[in-house]
């Protein structure tokens, strides 16, 4: 008889990477972390970009994964991290109105790296066994809306809970012209990379597959 698959944990909010998940095949758990991401960033002022976004998604992993380890205790948390690199700056969610309008009036017409970091911690017999990380850059060519349409957009609220003010997947998807690399990773979670972060772990992703 074989043994029972690992619960596949989201430390996740964001319903774009659930979805990416479950037309992926997986349905997983969503726990969000209540991980400060201003006060982890703010402690890596001068780490490397790429070192920043996987360091976000390991603390999100890692706070999950210790939090529910009693309810779940054979799993693996998927933890990520999303942001923009342009101009040698990271972009995470503007927030406010005017900030998106910067960051557009910034952006348009331009290509910029959306960077995604990517933790996967394995649970086993109620104890965090291991955790291996990994970073996806696909960059974003991004079209020059009008104002009108982008006066629209960002009125739509969409842009301003979302790395770098865009989505690839939903109403951001008019503005942009091209990726180049993963598209998944652009929605906040890289089908390719946590295929190879679940290997490390030795799983294969085809087991986890949701079966009727």
Same mark, same amino acid.
Request: net charge negative.
């Given at each position: 008889m074989s043994a029972p698959l690992p619960t596949v944990v989201l430390a996740s909010a964001s319903p774009a990477r659930r979805a990416v998940l479950q037309s992926a095949g997986i349905d997983p758990v969503? &726990?969000?972390?209540?991980?400060?991401?201003?006060a982890v960033a703010a402690g890596l002022r001068d780490a490397a970009a790429h070192d920043i976004v996987v360091a976000l998604a390991t603390a999100k992993a890692q706070a999950v994964a210790a939090e529910f380890v009693d309810h779940y205790p054979d799993a693996v948390v998927i933890g990520c991290d999303s942001m923009l690199h342009l101009d040698g700056a990271l972009l995470g969610k503007p927030h406010t109105a005017e900030e998106a309008q910067r960051r557009w009036t910034a952006m348009a017409g331009r290509t910029g790296d959306l960077l995604t970091g990517h933790a996967v911690v394995r649970v086993?017999? #109620?104890?965090?066994?291991?955790?291996?990380? #990994?970073?996806?850059?696909?960059?974003?060519?991004?079209?020059?809306p009008t104002q009108a349409e982008l006066d629209a957009y960002i009125g739509t609220g969409e842009p301003l809970a979302v790395a770098g003010a865009f989505t690839?997947?939903?109403? #951001?998807?008019?503005?942009?012209?091209g990726v180049d690399g993963d598209p998944s990773s652009v929605v906040g979670i890289s089908l390719p990379l946590?295929?190879?972060?679940?290997?490390?772990?030795? &799983?294969?992703?085809?087991d986890l597959w949701t079966r009727p």
């Open positions: 969503v &726990l969000v972390s209540g991980v400060d991401e201003d086993a017999d #109620g104890a965090s066994v291991g955790t291996v990380t #990994g970073t996806c850059s696909t960059a974003v060519r991004f079209g020059t690839i997947d939903g109403l #951001g998807g008019w503005f942009v012209d946590t295929r190879r972060l679940l290997a490390e772990h030795g &799983l294969a992703v085809t």
